[in-house]
């Protein structure tokens, strides 16, 4: 069946890397996603992939997908308190619409 | 400003109490989606309409029911609310037509912060 997986959690100074990382189970996933959820809020589209792509850069944003090991990234460069946030990987299912299984997210904390 | 607007925010019922939360979209989208979020697990599907006139069951359906009132409106029932419904609900929608647009996801909702006692 369809899951994805993440880290609960991740820890970083302000100003370091951050690397959140996802896997999937779905190889017939066309796009992935990545949504940012901000607190009290609800989720908002951060970034995406085509599943043929290798890597996606964004400004800050880098987004690696191993297709072979069906593994996904987000590096955020120079990460600042106000990207603290849950962050939350999806992958389009199977299935005629337009249906996204998402990740339990990845709460990131900075802290300076 | 366009987007999914989900009333109310926020919610506190009764065991044995109903309530709907309602959901509208602007944005002429064919699909849209009814998610509970829970800590540490992520978002789960309830149900979801793939179009106007058409509803399905998601991932945890029982204990709901939907209703795709129109094309802007999709509205979640909880008939006899209980304590495990304890929850945050996110409204998302999206194109629908996964030809076209697909790369944009899903909008979702502020969400509805509803505790059961």
């Known amino acids: 069946g369809e899951d994805v997986e993440q880290s609960l959690f991740l820890s970083v100074r302000e100003g370091d890397s951050s690397v959140i990382n996802c896997t999937y189970t779905?190889?017939?996933?066309?796009?992935l996603y990545w949504y940012k959820q901000e607190p009290g809020a609800g989720l908002q589209l951060l970034t995406y992939?085509?599943?043929?792509?290798d890597m996606k850069q964004d400004q800050r944003l880098t987004v690696l997908l191993n297709k072979k090991d069906k593994h996904l990234s987000l590096r955020i460069a120079d990460t600042q308190t106000g990207d603290s946030a849950i962050y939350f990987c999806?992958?389009?299912?199977?299935?005629?619409?337009?249906?996204?299984?998402f990740g339990a997210g990845t709460r990131l904390a900075v802290h300076p | 400003n366009a987007g999914v607007t989900q009333t109310p925010k926020f919610q506190v019922l009764k065991t044995g109490q109903s309530m709907t939360l309602q959901c509208a979209q602007d944005?002429?989208?064919?699909?849209m989606y009814w998610y509970r979020q829970d800590p540490g697990m992520g978002l789960r599907l309830i149900y979801y309409?793939?179009?106007?006139?058409?509803?399905d069951k998601g991932e945890v359906p029982n204990g709901y029911n939907v209703s795709r009132l129109n094309k802007r409106e999709f509205s979640l029932r909880l008939e006899s609310a209980a304590p495990s419904q304890t929850s945050v609900y996110f409204c998302?929608?999206?194109?629908?037509?996964?030809?076209?647009?697909?790369?944009?996801?899903?909008?979702f909702g502020s969400g509805t912060r509803l505790t059961v006692v």
């Open positions: 998302a929608s999206s194109e629908g037509d996964w030809l076209v647009r697909e790369s944009y996801g899903y909008t």
């Open positions: 779905d190889s017939s996933s066309t796009y």
């Open positions: 992939i085509f599943s043929n792509m």
């Open positions: 999806a992958e389009k299912g199977t299935g005629g619409y337009n249906k996204l299984i």
């Open positions: 944005m002429n989208h064919n699909s």
């Open positions: 309409s793939a179009s106007e006139g058409t509803t």
